[in-house]
């Protein structure tokens, strides 16, 4: 598939050829599903914790006797059914993650990124050269009509460009090895340098 390249300040800069492998396919919910589930799995801390029986500050004394009553019999305070018990089979810290093989979470890059050029969402810029000043690129983003956007460019970011668009609300920058599913799937444009292009197909191929 063709697609016209636009420079930053809005000027044409020809056009490029897009694999139909990456671009082209048709995407699939339940694939793009799975990958965000598996980088939002990872990316959980899983620090949650809470006192079991054994860790609450009670006393372990017998709090009345077994038998005569009328009760239910208790050991201690530390019962989950008291207030301030132990929890019974609460959260305690793991890991979220799961595994995903490699094959599968290439083909969930490419689904996403033929999700963004399906939906009209994907813009091609000749590269990301900037002044590094921030007022004058938000100027061009706003000229260009960016409001939640993600630039991926090519095996490393220009620097100039990531200085000026730290301090620009919805803008950010990754490398060709940064780009992920949950990242293009959030934002409602993807733009894509030159180098970003050819560095992606060298990635998935």
């Not at 006393?59 to 239910?72: D, E, H, L, W």
């Amino acid at each position: 598939m063709k697609l016209d390249v636009i420079k930053l300040d809005g000027g044409t800069a020809g056009s490029v050829e897009l694999s139909e492998d990456l671009f082209g396919l048709e995407p699939r919910a339940d694939i793009l599903h799975r990958m965000v589930r598996w980088q939002r799995n990872n990316a959980q801390a899983g620090t949650h914790k809470v006192k079991t029986r054994s860790e609450t500050s009670y006393s372990t004394k017998k709090i009345y006797r077994q038998k005569g009553t009328g009760g239910a019999r208790h050991g201690d305070r530390n019962a989950p059914i008291f207030r301030k018990g132990g929890i019974y089979k609460g959260p305690t810290p793991r890991s979220h993650g799961h595994d995903l093989p490699k094959k599968f979470r290439k083909l969930g890059l490419k689904h996403a990124l033929s999700a963004k050029a399906k939906a009209g969402e994907l813009v091609i810029i000749e590269d990301a050269g900037t002044a590094g000043k921030t007022a004058a690129l938000a100027k061009q983003v706003k000229d260009l009509g960016w409001k939640r956007a993600l630039v991926i460019d090519g095996a490393s970011v220009n620097e100039e460009f990531l200085k000026a668009s730290r301090n620009i609300e919805g803008l950010d920058i990754l490398p060709t090895m940064g780009a992920n599913v949950y990242d293009i799937l959030k934002r409602d444009t993807l733009v894509i340098t030159k180098a970003g292009v050819e560095a992606l197909e060298a990635r998935l191929k």
